[in-house]
């Protein structure tokens, strides 16, 4: 995907890989030697539908992509799941049942930012929260 300029900063976004080297999507399965990207940390990622392009989530990990994505597919109700990872899988059962999921795309660079520093991060995903406006946050 080209780079996107985001206000004055410009976004890479990466996709990621399945076990079969396919573009991922929510639920396949996920092998570091098929695509090392799932051992990347300090990044922001979203979530986005893939029918139309528009972004479900934007969050941000300290920890690695692999772990962060397991939070999500194993959301459950009633368990002590955050309400995000809850609307995520709610959201793919939705989106399922009509022949569609959603994607994920992270990035490790955003201009002007240092993605290794938490605050720093925290306030990139901040940007991209306004920037994109996720259908799922609001």
């Not at 962060?68 to 368990?79: E, H, L, T």
């Not at 994920?104 to 290794?116: A, H, P, R, V």
Request: glycine share 10%; net charge positive.
């Amino acid at each position: 995907m080209p780079p996107e300029l985001v206000g004055t900063h410009t976004v890479d976004w990466i996709g990621l890989k399945n076990d079969s080297g396919e573009p991922y999507k929510w639920g396949d399965s996920k092998i570091k030697f098929v695509d090392p990207n799932w051992s990347k940390s300090n990044v922001i990622y979203r979530w986005i539908k893939n029918s139309t392009n528009d972004t479900a989530i934007v969050g941000e990990t300290g920890g690695t992509l692999s772990e962060r994505v397991n939070d999500y597919i194993s959301a459950k109700f009633g368990g002590s799941t955050g309400s995000i990872n809850k609307k995520a899988f709610v959201e793919q059962h939705k989106l399922q049942k009509n022949g569609d999921f959603l994607k994920l795309e992270f990035t490790k660079n955003i201009s002007g930012f240092d993605l290794s520093n938490r605050n720093e991060r925290k306030i990139a995903e901040g940007l991209l929260i306004a920037h994109y406006k996720p259908y799922l946050l609001l």
